[in-house]
């Protein structure tokens, strides 16, 4: 049976880590390869590097960060961040991440996704969606959620999947960082209006909040980050959990 | 030993390249068709979309080369389905080394799979030490039925051929490389026991 998946987001910046993690174990706290190791070795089924940092440097480094995790780590893993054309992606699959993830620059251009599936293929590209609920009303933002477009969240999804992409990650604006849980009647309309994957994103606080966002979300995979870097959610007691709540997990 | 992966511009190799280190073990990337006969274990990568990858195999002449292959071969995800009959993604003619055609799911599951799921009926040295019902990871839009070759089973709205093997040819749907520990054993065996 097809397992729902626990995905660590790890926030980059210049090749580093940037939020702060609390790994007594780890010798490097900044380095990505090594918490990436870990985090597989812990039972993440799946990883996804977003890189915010702004230098001219950003495309070399990031893509030597890639090739360094693809050595090191055996689970599959998506690289997001500033990524906005063909070139880009050629690059970073070629190093070996398994998917990329495109955000502004899919608003911005749409037809960005037709070009990428065209030549990468569906399966190793995914949009992710930052979207806020304003009045009621769902609207995509840009720029890491700051600023507001006019795009309704249903339809560009619709249009996102229509284009191709192989899965969305859907984060919540107003449920971002507030450790109160996943949007999950969002989620639960878009798992059921689409045919592609939805990953859950913004609100992990609690265990309970992964199986509410599996369960009532009905998402296929959730994605945190804090509770993971802080020790605050052990991802094996995490699964167990779930598991102790009939859901499918890779344990 | 020599490992080369089958390198014509389709694939995650990397990745593949990469596993192989961590088990001790440097794998060529080549498309000369004499070093790729030479080699002891042949790996036959692929991600992407049927008919241009397959396009991409014939105008290197790999579509002749390799159905002859006497060493052991392994086809991993795309690499497997165009070891097929056919594919229904983009009206594909295969390499017919295994006889069954490669169909698209149907739309009452989210199409692609994508994640861990489980691998059963296992029957083949490739799976030596490996339980039943392990987790490996799958990235895909359509699938080889179950027929004569299969020795392993999936189940996604239907069961279907998590991996298949016909002589020296062997082909998973699933990603080894990308399978954690499991993964790496069935590569391990792939290199070792087989």
């Keep these: 049976m097809l397992t729902k998946r626990i995905i660590p987001c790890l926030d980059i910046k210049n090749g580093r ?6 790994f007594v174990d780890l010798r490097d706290a900044g380095d990505p390869v090594e918490l990436a190791a870990i985090y597989a070795q812990s039972g993440a089924d799946e990883l996804v590097f977003l890189d915010i940092s702004a230098t001219e440097e950003r495309r070399r480094t990031l893509a030597d960060l890639v090739l360094r995790v693809a050595e090191k780590v055996n689970i599959p893993f998506t690289v997001g961040g500033g990524i ?23 608003v911005k251009n749409p037809q ?12 190793c590209i995914v949009v992710a969606i930052d979207a806020k609920q304003i009045d009621g009303e769902w609207l995509v933002h840009l720029v890491g959620g700051k600023v507001p477009t006019e795009l309704n969240l249903f339809e560009w999804a619709k249009e996102v999947e229509e284009r191709g992409a192989g899965e969305i990650l859907f984060t919540s604006m107003n449920h971002d960082g507030t450790k109160d849980g996943f949007a999950n009647e969002a989620l ?8 592609i994957p939805i990953i859950a994103s913004g609100g992990a606080g609690k265990m309970h909040h992964f199986t509410d966002t599996f369960v009532e979300g009905k998402a ?15 991802i094996k007691d995490l699964k167990e959990e779930l598991k102790r709540n009939n859901i499918a997990v890779r344990l | 030993m020599k490992i080369v992966i089958i390198d014509y511009g389709a694939g995650n190799i990397q990745s593949i390249k990469f596993a192989f280190q961590r088990l001790g073990y440097e794998a060529v990337l080549s498309s000369d068709a004499n070093e790729i006969r030479e080699a002891d274990k042949v790996i036959f990568p692929g991600v992407g979309e049927a008919s241009s990858a397959m396009k991409k195999l014939r105008e290197s002449k790999l579509d002749l080369i ?16 165009l070891m097929c009959h056919s594919s229904e993604e983009g009206n594909t003619q295969g390499l017919g080394i295994f006889d069954v055609d490669v169909l698209k799911f149907s739309n009452d599951v989210k199409v692609p799979q994508i994640g861990w799921n489980q691998i059963n009926h296992l029957k083949s040295d490739l799976f030596k030490g490996i339980r039943e019902n392990e ?28 991996a298949l093997q016909k ?28």
């Excluded at chain 1, 054309?85 to 998917?99: F, Q, R, T, Y």
């Excluded at chain 2, 390799?66 to 389905?81: H, K």
């Excluded at chain 2, 080889?144 to 998590?162: L, M």
């Design chain 2, 66 to 81: 390799i159905p002859e292959l006497r060493q052991p071969v392994l086809g991993i995800c795309l690499g497997m389905q």
């Design chain 1, 17 to 22: 880590t940037v939020k702060g993690v609390n």
């Design chain 1, 188 to 195: 639960a309309k878009l798992s059921t209006q689409l045919n």
């Design chain 2, 135 to 162: 987790h490996i990871y799958l990235v895909h839009s359509f699938y080889a039925p179950i027929c004569k070759e299969t020795i392993a089973q999936a189940e996604y709205g239907i069961v279907y051929s998590a």
């Design chain 1, 112 to 123: 960005l996704i037709n070009e990428l599936v065209a030549k990468f293929g569906s399966q």
């Design chain 1, 220 to 234: 296929d995979a959730a994605l945190a980050a804090s509770v993971f870097h802080f020790k605050e959610i052990e």
């Design chain 2, 167 to 194: 002589d020296n040819f062997y082909g998973t749907q699933f990603h080894p490389e990308k399978s954690s520990d499991a993964g790496e054993q069935i590569l391990r065996n792939f290199l070792e026991g087989i």
């Design chain 1, 84 to 106: 906005s054309s063909v070139e880009d992606v050629d690059i970073l699959l070629h190093n070996g991440a398994d998917k990329v993830s495109i955000n502004s620059s899919a």
